[in-house]
């Protein structure tokens, strides 16, 4: 397979994955010349939010070059204070360069913005006349394709991100959960440069080679068509799937989005959750209920403050994403002529909300769907 053309970066990990001779005087120890040789890579991470932010202070604590491009606030209280970074196992303060506009030649950008910036990112990248691979680390299943109709199909690699973090105010970042990433290539245009992009996320999360990025995105969809619960209630994501009702109307729109997927053409990929989700889709309702309505909470203790980023976003006074999630089901039920009542309940209380600023009750929401 070869290289890239003006892949930088692509030719600089290789050298880091190739295999090094046993440490000696003349070798040093493999962990400093990886420091070494990642620290020759330029970064950029396009998106200081919650997760950009958070995987930027790991690859720069990791000893690579990392810059930060984000909101004025973000980086202002970066700029002045650091990044606290609050984590599972204690918080620590990291000192990290953060600009509001990208600046020199990154080989690297790692896209964290949300699925509705995707395309004015990418026209920003697209000025700066570089060849960096872009990685697309977005909810829902468009920002692939979104992304390589502006910069072009051979610089794309998708990342699918299972994580949970919380942007709590500028400079303070907070990771819920422990991190898995699934990296593949959505094109064959872009499969030179997966493996470098697998070199420079493998040291700081655990990560997973997928050899289709497009059914991980749309199996990582089905977990997200529950962010409107959140948002719409602003209940955090440990009470909100706790309650009999909005656990029922969760099931149900998971279930909606299986079938509808599948029936358009796009299939989940082989992972737990993706089986998981076939079995939730096929079993009667009842059924699905009585075996997963305490399952749908996972990790999240009925105590836990976190809400998906769909809740922070409103928070924040943000847009919304939720035309990428559960709009992507609306959107291909139209298409094949296949009704999808509770996204579509879902969207439009959502768009509701984010447009009045007021929040339903439990009670208030579900009044608008039938079991």
Not at 118 to 135: E, L, M, Q
Not at 231 to 236: G, R, V
Not at 253 to 271: H, K, M, P
Request: charged share 20%; net charge positive; with cysteine.
């Amino acid at each position: 397979m070869g290289m890239t053309r003006g892949s930088n970066t692509t030719e600089m990990i290789a050298h880091y994955v190739a295999a090094w001779p046993r440490h000696s005087p003349a070798h040093p120890p493999l962990h400093l010349r990886a420091r070494e040789r990642m620290a020759k890579v330029e970064i950029a991470v396009y998106g200081a939010g919650a997760i950009g932010s958070l995987l930027g202070a790991r690859l720069g604590e990791a000893g690579s070059s990392v810059q930060l491009v984000g909101r004025e606030a973000q980086v202002s209280a970066i700029q002045a204070n650091g990044l606290l970074v609050k984590g599972l196992e204690g918080s620590h303060l990291v000192r990290l360069p953060a600009t509001t506009t990208l600046d020199g030649r990154p080989d690297v950008i790692l896209l964290t913005v949300k699925s509705q910036d995707v395309r004015d990112a990418c026209r920003d990248i697209a000025r700066r006349g570089t060849d960096a691979t872009v990685v697309t680390m977005q909810n829902g299943v468009r920002s692939d394709r979104e992304a390589a109709d502006i910069l072009g199909r051979g610089r794309i690699v998708g990342c699918v991100l299972n994580i949970s973090a919380t942007y709590l105010e500028p400079g303070v970042v907070e990771q819920n959960t422990r991190a898995f990433f699934q990296i593949g290539a959505p094109f064959p245009e872009s499969a030179a440069r997966v493996d470098a992009v697998l070199a420079l996320l493998g040291p700081v999360v655990k990560t997973e080679l997928v050899p289709d990025i497009a059914r991980a995105r749309w199996t990582k969809l089905m977990a997200n068509l529950n962010n409107a619960i959140m948002a719409i209630t602003a209940w955090p994501i440990g009470k909100a799937l706790r309650h009999p009702g909005l656990a029922r109307l969760s099931i149900a729109t998971i279930r909606e989005g299986v079938r509808t997927a599948q029936l358009g053409g796009f299939g989940l990929d082989q992972s737990r959750r993706a089986r998981t989700f076939r079995l939730m889709s096929t079993l009667p309702m009842s059924l699905s209920y009585l075996i997963f309505e305490k399952r749908l909470a996972g990790n999240f203790p009925p105590d836990s403050t976190y809400g998906p980023s769909t809740l922070q976003s409103l928070r924040r006074g943000s847009s919304s994403e939720l035309d990428y999630l559960n709009g992507e089901i609306v959107t291909l039920g139209e298409r094949i002529g296949r009704p999808t009542p509770y996204n579509t309940g879902l969207l439009e209380q959502g768009r509701a909300v984010f447009a009045t600023g007021r929040n339903l009750s439990p009670e208030e929401l579900l009044q608008h769907f039938r079991f």
